[in-house]
């Protein structure tokens, strides 16, 4: 079963602003208050029957009217959206995020041809450490032999 909803009013000297939740924490939330109103008396529940009407109509919604006034809550006017980005600044997000692509597929091929370059070293390094072992094994074959005839 849900809460019962009780009717909470605060004043900033200006505006009344008035607000049906089920508890005083949820009432400064609505208020978007970071103190407790009410321990200062700043905040109270009430019991006035056109107020409680409005506010019990539009439950979790903050109230507005004139401060000392007896004329009905006005809602508070929804804030505006926010404009999103213009096109201009799309337009130049998107060359940047090309730019960068290209800059990253230029890096990758560079990276690729460096790493190629080292396979064909290494090969070219594997095939002349061959060349020397087998030159070297048999210029000793040859120095043993010319030994042997002396």
Avoid: C, N
Wanted: proline share 6%.
């Amino acid at each position: 079963m849900a809460a019962k909803l009780k009717v909470f009013v605060t004043s900033d000297g200006l505006a009344d602003y008035v607000v049906a939740a089920s508890s005083r924490p949820k009432a400064l939330a609505a208020w978007e208050s970071h103190q407790d109103l009410f321990a200062s008396g700043a905040a109270h529940e009430t019991d006035d029957p056109e107020l409680m009407k409005a506010a019990l109509a539009k439950p979790g919604e903050v109230l507005r009217r004139p401060a000392k006034s007896h004329a009905l809550p006005a809602a508070l006017p929804k804030s505006p959206k926010p404009k999103g980005p213009s096109k201009a600044a799309l337009r130049k997000v998107e060359a940047a995020e090309r730019k960068l692509a290209e800059l990253e597929a230029g890096h990758d091929e560079m990276v690729a041809a460096i790493a190629a370059e080292r396979a064909a070293l290494d090969a070219r390094a594997a095939e002349a450490a061959e060349s020397y072992e087998t030159s070297r094994d048999r210029a000793r074959r040859d120095l043993a032999k010319a030994r042997k005839d002396l």
